[in-house]
């Protein structure tokens, strides 16, 4: 039976190389060899990025993502979706 680990991207901030790895996943995939499956691993971490509206949830950092005051500026500008395209997920899925 194949069965298929997705790595999902990130959407946050920032990223950093050791979000991405996908270590659990590949754990999960050891066990799965060992009891007979042929795991499939979707690493969806690619070099591409895209900027995103801020969610809702983070609507209070507005404020703050802004200001020029350094004092209580915010560090990070954008909100950004780090790796593949939810289409482009659903497209190697089907695949």
Known sequence: MKITLINPPIED??????RRQPLGLLY???ALIKGG??????NCHSGKKSV???PAEFSYLKPYINNSDP???FP???????????QEIE???KD
Request: glycine fraction near 8%.
């Open 91 to 93: 497209r190697q899925i």
């Open 28 to 30: 999960i995939a050891s």
């Open 52 to 54: 995103m509206e801020l």
């Open 37 to 42: 499956f042929k795991p499939v691993l979707l």
């Open 13 to 18: 901030f920032y990223v950093t190389g050791i």
């Open 76 to 86: 990070y500008k954008n909100y950004t979706h780090y790796g593949m395209s939810w």
């Open 71 to 73: 004092g209580i500026r």
